[in-house]
């Protein structure tokens, strides 16, 4: 049988069958060509009929285990060494269910909005010469079915193996990551991707979980006055048919004219894919608990179009401690700092990548994956992901794997002024500080605030900011802006942060 179209034909089979609606399923997760995490137990679930004895066997392992009342299951294999042989893991109840060709290595979720989400297909200005090279059976990768209902159905497609013909629908962001992990430590690596481009961070949450903090609490509140609003359900689908025929009027007016205007905006409610806790109950749940190694996450865009930059670092930690509670597991997780953007005089990106900072500081085992110079002025979606890709791998290699190596790029440690100089000192200095040009986008403020354009020189492991026209600083600044070239590196190539030694408010403060 086609290996492609095997599981989906077992689920046929079953219904042709009339076997009982509660005959054994595995998680939509589990399907062929899949990769199972190593040196660890391994979750393996799924649902069946209320009571119902089920026996897994995979790699010479039994294991048996019973449906609860809500025939929901899950069963634990002991800890697999990697292999890269195929393998069959068979699942037991009313029915027999196998997922085929399963190898054990390391298997990374990869989660966020489109700068994650996003295909290889979508970046062929750049990324056409790997296609022909992308021929790795090691590489597998699974795409989480965007889904804005619980009730939608889930698509049968199996986990692929990167070739050229496949690497296409792949995340690009999770394909040179997972490429350059895959080369280096020699093993199978599975890429579970779980994104959808527009999203803010409180789609990946659950209600409860927002509504637990003051901070993040009005987000529902805004939302439920607003579902409310529509006085009834009936109300609501009303408004969602109007604004699809709206939006069948506008795409008809693009396709003929060339332009329309901003799309029509859909009304919030439950079937909006932006609502709170909406992806969390769709998306997320449907693969938890999965065994994974680790996690990169590529988000906050969203929370920036919102206006709610500073709320962010209260929102980051919030879902890093749901989603490893949600599976079980105090996970590795790797955060991308949002890189320069288009807005030469504008601040909001700063506050964000800031936020993403301090949230993550707050969080034992979250990393902070710098990527300012990938960037680019005019996409929001900038091409250069393989970059992306080659840092995240290095920060895993770094700071999950335990290789000695540099991984990170310069961070501010401290400050301290001395006249008219303020003396900036960094960790994460690798081999040494180095300027890529002229050190630049540093800024410096007396007492009255007002941030002027400042001169910066690497004196040692420090740098060394003054202006002319500040004798008496307070505050330095460095790449406080959506956009700007980064100047300031280690000698290795890793790019500093952006960051500033003030604590003014911030004008995203007061937003929730």
């Not at 004895?53 to 990697?82: C, H, M, Y």
Request: charged share 25%; aromatic share 10%.
């Amino acid at each position: 049988m086609n290996k492609l179209i095997h599981r989906s034909s077992v689920v046929a089979l079953l219904l042709l069958a009339g076997l009982p609606l509660g005959a054994v399923e595995l998680a939509a997760v589990f399907r062929d060509h899949m990769v199972l995490q190593r040196d660890t137990r391994v979750c393996i679930f799924g649902t069946g009929k209320a009571g119902e004895n089920i026996e897994l066997g995979f790699a010479g392992q039994q294991v048996s285990t019973r449906a609860d009342a809500a025939g929901k299951w899950r069963a634990f294999l002991a800890p697999l060494t990697a292999n890269a042989a195929a393998a069959t893991l068979t699942v037991r109840g009313t029915n027999t269910l196998e997922v085929r060709d399963v190898l054990v290595g390391d298997v990374w979720l990869a989660g966020g909005q489109s700068n994650m989400g996003s295909r290889m297909r979508e970046y062929l200005e750049t990324v056409a010469p790997e296609v022909p090279r992308a021929n790795y059976p090691l590489l597998r990768y699974f795409t989480v079915d965007k889904r804005r209902l619980p009730s939608e159905p889930v698509s049968t497609t199996p986990w692929s193996a990167v070739t050229p013909d496949t690497v296409l629908d792949m995340s690009a962001t999770g394909y040179f990551f997972g490429r350059d992990l895959q080369r280096h430590l020699q093993i199978p690596i599975g890429i579970v991707v779980c994104a959808w481009g527009g999203t803010l961070a409180e789609n990946w949450m659950s209600r409860e979980t927002l509504l637990s903090n003051p901070e993040t609490k009005p987000i529902i509140t805004r939302y439920d006055v607003i579902a409310a609003g529509y006085g009834g359900e009936a109300a609501y689908q009303s408004q969602l048919t109007e604004h699809r025929e709206e939006l069948a009027r506008w795409k008809q007016k693009r396709k003929s004219a060339g332009k329309g205007g901003p799309a029509p905006k859909e009304p919030m409610g439950r079937e909006h894919f932006q609502r709170p806790a909406g992806l969390y109950e769709t998306m997320f749940q449907p693969i938890v608990p999965f065994t994974f190694k680790g996690i990169v996450f590529y988000q906050g865009e969203s929370n920036i179009d919102a206006g709610r930059c500073y709320q962010y670092r209260f929102l980051l930690p919030m879902l890093i401690a749901e989603w490893r509670r949600d599976l079980g597991s105090e996970l590795p997780f790797l955060n991308v700092q949002l890189p320069v953007i288009k807005g030469q005089h504008e601040d909001d990106w700063a506050e964000l990548r800031e936020s993403q900072w301090l949230g993550g500081r707050q969080v034992k085992g979250c990393e902070t994956c710098v990527i300012l110079e990938y960037g680019e002025f005019n996409r929001l979606h900038p091409h250069l992901k393989e970059g992306v890709g080659a840092r995240l791998a290095l920060l895993a290699r770094g700071a999950v794997y335990g290789e000695q190596i540099v991984c990170r790029g310069p961070r501010l440690r401290s400050h301290r002024i001395e006249g008219n100089r303020v003396i900036l000192e960094f960790d994460e200095v690798g081999g040494g500080l180095v300027a890529r040009g002229t050190l630049q986008d540093f800024t410096i403020c007396d007492a009255a605030g007002e941030f002027v354009p400042a001169e910066a020189e690497i004196v040692g492991d420090t740098v060394v900011v003054t202006s002319a026209r500040i004798t008496k600083p307070v505050a330095v600044r460095y790449g406080w802006k959506n956009f700007f070239e980064p100047s300031l590196f280690n000698r290795e190539g890793f790019s500093a942060m952006g960051f500033r030694t003030d604590a003014f408010k911030l004008k995203t403060q007061d937003a929730r």
